[in-house]
Protein backbone atom coordinates (compact mmCIF):
# COMPACT_ATOMS: atom_id res chain seq x y z
CA UNK A 1 0.00 0.00 0.00
CA UNK A 2 1.23 3.36 -0.50
CA UNK A 3 -0.44 6.47 1.20
CA UNK A 4 -0.23 9.76 0.15
CA UNK A 5 -0.64 12.70 3.26
CA UNK A 6 -1.03 16.23 2.78
CA UNK A 7 -1.05 18.86 5.61
CA UNK A 8 -0.61 22.47 6.03
CA UNK A 9 -3.94 23.68 4.91
CA UNK A 10 -5.83 26.66 6.59
CA UNK A 11 -7.66 29.72 6.74
CA UNK A 12 -5.57 32.95 5.70
CA UNK A 13 -6.40 36.04 4.58
CA UNK A 14 -5.83 37.67 0.62
CA UNK A 15 -2.16 38.43 0.48
CA UNK A 16 -0.93 35.90 2.82
CA UNK A 17 1.12 32.46 2.65
CA UNK A 18 0.50 28.99 3.41
CA UNK A 19 2.81 26.18 2.92
CA UNK A 20 1.35 22.51 2.04
CA UNK A 21 3.73 19.48 2.85
CA UNK A 22 2.61 15.56 1.13
CA UNK A 23 4.31 13.01 2.75
CA UNK A 24 4.65 9.45 0.70
CA UNK A 25 4.67 6.52 2.90
CA UNK A 26 4.41 2.70 2.47
CA UNK A 27 5.62 0.21 -0.10
CA UNK A 28 7.47 2.63 -2.32
CA UNK A 29 10.75 1.40 -4.41
CA UNK A 30 10.66 4.90 -6.45
CA UNK A 31 9.37 7.73 -6.81
CA UNK A 32 8.97 9.58 -10.42
CA UNK A 33 6.65 13.39 -10.70
CA UNK A 34 5.29 14.26 -7.68
CA UNK A 35 2.39 17.00 -8.16
CA UNK A 36 -0.50 19.12 -6.56
CA UNK A 37 -3.90 19.61 -8.45
CA UNK A 38 -6.79 21.61 -6.87
CA UNK A 39 -10.88 21.46 -6.64
CA UNK A 40 -12.66 24.61 -6.06
CA UNK A 41 -16.13 24.47 -4.99
CA UNK A 42 -18.47 23.54 -7.97
CA UNK A 43 -15.16 23.36 -10.62
CA UNK A 44 -13.60 20.63 -11.91
CA UNK A 45 -10.09 19.82 -10.58
CA UNK A 46 -7.26 20.86 -12.13
CA UNK A 47 -3.15 20.97 -12.29
CA UNK A 48 -1.13 23.36 -10.11
CA UNK A 49 2.12 22.40 -10.21
CA UNK A 50 4.56 19.34 -10.52
CA UNK A 51 8.02 18.36 -9.79
CA UNK A 52 10.23 15.68 -11.29
CA UNK A 53 13.02 13.31 -9.22
CA UNK A 54 15.61 14.97 -10.82
CA UNK A 55 13.79 18.99 -9.58
CA UNK A 56 12.30 20.20 -13.29
CA UNK A 57 9.20 22.03 -12.19
CA UNK A 58 5.55 22.90 -14.16
CA UNK A 59 3.09 25.10 -12.84
CA UNK A 60 -0.34 26.10 -14.42
CA UNK A 61 -0.39 29.91 -15.31
CA UNK A 62 -2.60 31.20 -12.42
CA UNK A 63 0.16 30.03 -10.09
CA UNK A 64 3.58 31.42 -11.99
CA UNK A 65 5.14 33.24 -9.50
CA UNK A 66 3.63 33.45 -7.04
CA UNK A 67 3.29 29.37 -5.97
CA UNK A 68 6.72 27.67 -5.65
CA UNK A 69 7.25 23.50 -5.56
CA UNK A 70 10.02 21.66 -4.27
CA UNK A 71 10.56 18.25 -2.68
CA UNK A 72 12.91 16.32 -0.35
CA UNK A 73 13.26 12.91 -2.06
CA UNK A 74 15.01 11.78 1.51
CA UNK A 75 11.58 11.90 3.46
CA UNK A 76 9.37 11.06 -0.19
CA UNK A 77 8.04 14.56 0.17
CA UNK A 78 6.55 17.50 -1.88
CA UNK A 79 5.95 20.91 -0.60
CA UNK A 80 3.87 24.13 -2.01
CA UNK A 81 4.95 27.42 -1.11
CA UNK A 82 2.00 29.35 -1.70
CA UNK A 83 2.61 33.41 -1.35
CA UNK A 84 0.37 36.34 -2.44
CA UNK A 85 -2.62 34.52 -2.02
CA UNK A 86 -5.68 35.40 -3.78
CA UNK A 87 -9.29 34.37 -3.06
CA UNK A 88 -9.86 32.59 -6.35
CA UNK A 89 -7.23 30.05 -4.60
CA UNK A 90 -9.75 28.65 -2.25
CA UNK A 91 -9.62 24.88 -2.88
CA UNK A 92 -9.26 21.52 -1.62
CA UNK A 93 -5.26 20.93 -2.61
CA UNK A 94 -4.19 17.45 -3.52
CA UNK A 95 -0.93 15.76 -4.08
CA UNK A 96 0.16 13.04 -6.54
CA UNK A 97 2.71 10.84 -6.76
CA UNK A 98 3.83 8.51 -9.37
CA UNK A 99 5.01 5.79 -7.44
CA UNK A 100 6.69 2.02 -8.15
CA UNK A 101 6.55 -0.15 -5.60
CA UNK A 102 9.21 -2.86 -6.66
CA UNK A 103 11.87 -3.38 -9.44
CA UNK A 104 9.09 -5.52 -11.06
CA UNK A 105 6.59 -2.99 -10.67
CA UNK A 106 4.73 -0.66 -13.24
CA UNK A 107 4.10 3.29 -12.35
CA UNK A 108 1.50 3.80 -10.62
CA UNK A 109 -0.38 7.18 -9.44
CA UNK A 110 -1.65 7.58 -6.28
CA UNK A 111 -3.44 10.29 -4.39
CA UNK A 112 -3.70 12.02 -0.80
CA UNK A 113 -7.21 13.01 0.28
CA UNK A 114 -6.58 16.63 0.27
CA UNK A 115 -5.99 19.82 2.47
CA UNK A 116 -8.84 23.32 2.16
CA UNK A 117 -7.40 25.92 1.70
CA UNK A 118 -9.28 29.50 2.29
CA UNK A 119 -8.39 32.71 1.29
CA UNK A 120 -10.24 35.22 2.91
CA UNK A 121 -11.01 38.63 0.87
Known amino acids: QVQLVESGGGLVQAGGSLRLSCLAS????????MGWYRQAPGKQREFVAA???????RYADPVKGRFTISRDNAKNTVYLQMDSLKPEDTAVYSC???????????????WGKGTLVTVSS
Open 96 to 110: KADVRRSVWSSWMDY
Open 26 to 33: GSIFSIND
Open 51 to 57: ISSGGMT
